[in-house]
């Protein structure tokens, strides 16, 4: 099984700085992850997170894949086909 959604790719990197998940940050919440959109590169927080704001947006938008935005972890999701891939 793989990602049917690749070709819609449009962002593969983080930007240098990232403040935090961008509607956390408008309302005064928290977060214990960042994941960023990789069709639009909007940086929202993980499902852990009281908010699960990355969710939301693929709800709002139906953009499918995301990938951790966290130090280290080179990771993608497509909420579609519901599996986790690296990119090479």
């Not at 929202?44 to 939301?56: F, I, Q, V």
Request: proline share 5%; glycine share 10%; charged share 20%.
């Amino acid at each position: 099984m793989s990602c049917t959604h690749l070709d819609e790719i449009q962002v593969t990197a983080l930007p240098a700085e990232i403040a935090g998940c961008e509607e956390c940050l408008k309302i005064g919440g928290w977060w214990v992850h960042l994941r960023m959109c990789q069709i639009c590169g909007k940086i929202g927080c993980c499902d852990n997170s009281p908010n699960k704001h990355a969710t939301a947006h693929f709800h709002e938008t139906s953009h499918p894949i995301i990938r951790s935005a966290e130090p280290g972890e080179d990771w993608s999701w497509c909420y579609v086909d519901e599996i986790g891939f690296e990119l090479g």
